[in-house]
């Protein structure tokens, strides 16, 4: 019997090189992720799955191969800005956060990309704030804040528009053991109460086996495993 509920990412022997061909990364790789799941790529620094992730937001683009991602083709330039602007949230190993906004100011910045209003926009940033335990650094820049509460902030950042498709590279690579269990905790059940879809880039084999499917990439194939 067919799964019923709807495909988020659809990729088919998608492949990607650089320098001309000449550095293979990713050969004839094919993933479904449905409404709902929490899929971690698992496998070690240079397998490629930030390659994949990077071409399922959009941020590069495959050289042969079917791709679909919430339904659009990130390969055009206006798919793409769509899909950043509705449809895709984006968590970093790096924060990549503006150090001399706010906390606020930076959670603020997706917003404007779609003009939200403002009383909407606080209401959700006090949300989201007050779910990950930040709500009393909002007024805090952030070179100010420690590297949990600066992922925390960039969690709430990447799901203050309500994607629909959640992609975190590494979030707890920068983090020590127990502050990434936390926020991969928070990052984990916030997806869940937001009903997000996730895509997971991570070495760490615990937070593999913590999420629903565990696809393992290693010299740029893939293999899904039981987790």
């Avoid at 937070?207 to 194939?221: K, N, S």
Wanted: glycine share 8%.
């Amino acid at each position: 019997m067919s799964d019923p509920r709807e495909i988020v990412v659809h990729a088919h022997e998608v492949t990607k090189s650089y320098d001309g061909g000449r550095i293979p990364v990713l050969h004839e790789v094919s993933l479904t992720v449905r409404t709902g799941e929490l899929v971690a790529l698992w496998g070690a620094s240079g397998s490629g799955k930030s390659t994949l992730l990077h071409l399922l937001g959009g941020l590069d683009v495959p050289d042969r191969g079917e791709l679909a991602v919430c339904g659009l083709d990130p390969r055009t330039e206006e798919n793409r800005l769509t899909l950043r602007r509705r449809h895709l949230g984006f968590v970093f190993q790096l924060h990549n956060l503006i150090p001399d906004l706010t906390v606020e100011e930076n959670l603020r910045v997706p917003a404007l990309a779609i003009n939200r209003p403002r009383r909407e926009t606080a209401a959700r940033i006090r949300e989201l704030a007050g779910q990950v335990g930040i709500n009393h650094r909002l007024a805090h820049r952030i070179q100010d804040l420690s590297g949990g509460e600066r992922q925390r902030t960039a969690i709430c950042r990447a799901l203050l528009n309500s994607p629909r498709l959640l992609l975190a590279d590494e979030p707890t690579g920068s983090l020590d053991e127990r502050t990434g269990a936390t926020v991969f905790g928070l990052l984990k059940d916030l997806a869940e109460r937001e009903r997000i879809t996730v895509v997971l880039a991570t070495h760490e084999r615990r937070f593999a086996e913590a999420c629903h499917r565990i696809i393992r990439v290693r010299d740029g194939r893939l293999d899904e495993i039981a987790p």
